[in-house]
């Protein structure tokens, strides 16, 4: 199973989101066009886009409010990484140099801030105040998210209870809008967008534990980062918090000063892994994902069996058995 297999049935749709994605962002200032022209080369996965449009399709139909949606959610996504590449000081973006390295850090940001506002002016525009409030929500959870992060990242002191609520608000709260205003532009029922809303949630949280996951088990750079990044940037994931939580405090505390001192080698590293190992961290982790898989499969069960259902149902299984 791929993202191929499972967006087929909105091939079409998703190449006239392009267009449309593309023709809202035109403007008067040459350098803003070369910029978007860049930008838009490389599509990436559209994971966001298909999301709003396999929803609309499983509640109704495809029309063009969930363009105008899904445009929203692309351009607010855009405008995050484009802002990330800053932060992260990164010289790649989709095999390509990032806005920041290719041009600067001061144009980037910028960049950033007009695709966001251009996003928000879209729904203004079109009258889709809704959607703006559903995208000023997480743009207010992903902040959150981020801010709380980089607290936990200081003291190393994070519970598995602080990780679900940095991942619901940095990954999970993305998600969950894309398949909300998909819904949302197809139907007025509350309770089948609160379903969606809720599906795509689930598929969040699956998808990022399944990401920490691949920096304890990958063993090569395959999925864009190397093995070991999340220790060697002093993240605490749901493999190691469990491990923490089953060891002694005294070894716990190794542990934690170890990654504190920074600059960790190879060996070093080996070693957690193989602490992560022992105590069946991968396994838990593994396992709490395929449960928010499940769960979301579940919120799609009431619902008439259509290609955008098994589209939907096939994502949940993938965002847990992806190997990047």
Not at 61 to 88: C, F, K, P, Q, W
Not at 129 to 144: D, G, P, W
Not at 207 to 216: E, H, V
Not at 271 to 289: C, F, N, P, Q, W
């Amino acid at each position: 199973m791929n993202l191929n297999d499972i967006t087929k049935p909105i091939k079409k749709e998703l190449d006239e989101f392009n267009k449309f994605f593309k023709s809202n962002l035109k403007t008067d200032v040459p350098l803003l066009n070369l910029i978007i022209r860049y930008l838009t080369y490389k599509k990436g996965k559209q994971v966001r886009p298909a999301l709003v449009m396999l929803s609309a399709s499983l509640c109704d139909e495809i029309n063009t409010r969930t363009y105008i949606g899904a445009s929203l959610v692309e351009m607010l996504h855009t405008a995050t990484l484009v802002h990330d590449d800053v932060v992260d000081d990164a010289d790649e973006r989709r095999g390509i140099a990032s806005i920041n390295k290719k041009w600067s850090n001061k144009i980037a940001v910028l960049m950033g801030d007009y695709l966001l506002s251009r996003g928000l002016l879209t729904a203004i525009d079109n009258k889709e105040f809704e959607f703006l409030e559903i995208i000023s929500r997480a743009v207010r959870l992903m902040s959150e998210g981020e801010l709380l992060a980089i607290e936990k990242s200081r003291t190393l002191r994070v519970s598995e209870d602080d990780y679900f609520k940095i991942i619901n608000a940095k990954t999970a709260s993305l998600l969950s809008v894309c398949c909300e205003i998909g819904a949302f532009s197809a139907t007025d029922d509350k309770i089948v967008r609160n379903l969606l809303r809720d599906y795509g949630t689930y598929c969040g949280l699956a998808f990022q534990i399944r990401d920490d996951i691949f920096d304890f088990s990958s063993s090569n750079t395959d999925i864009g980062k190397p093995v070991g990044n999340d220790l060697k940037e002093k993240k605490i994931t749901l493999p190691l918090i469990y491990t923490l939580s089953n060891i002694s405090q005294e070894k716990a505390k190794d542990v934690i000063k170890t990654i504190k001192k920074g600059n960790l080698n190879q060996k070093k590293i080996n070693e957690i892994y193989d602490l992560i190992l022992e105590t069946g961290g991968i396994e838990y982790a593994r396992k709490i994902a395929y449960d928010y898989s499940e769960k979301a499969k579940l919120c799609l069960k009431d619902f008439p069996e259509t290609d955008a259902k098994k589209s939907l149902m096939n994502f949940a299984e993938f965002v847990v058995t992806r190997d990047f």
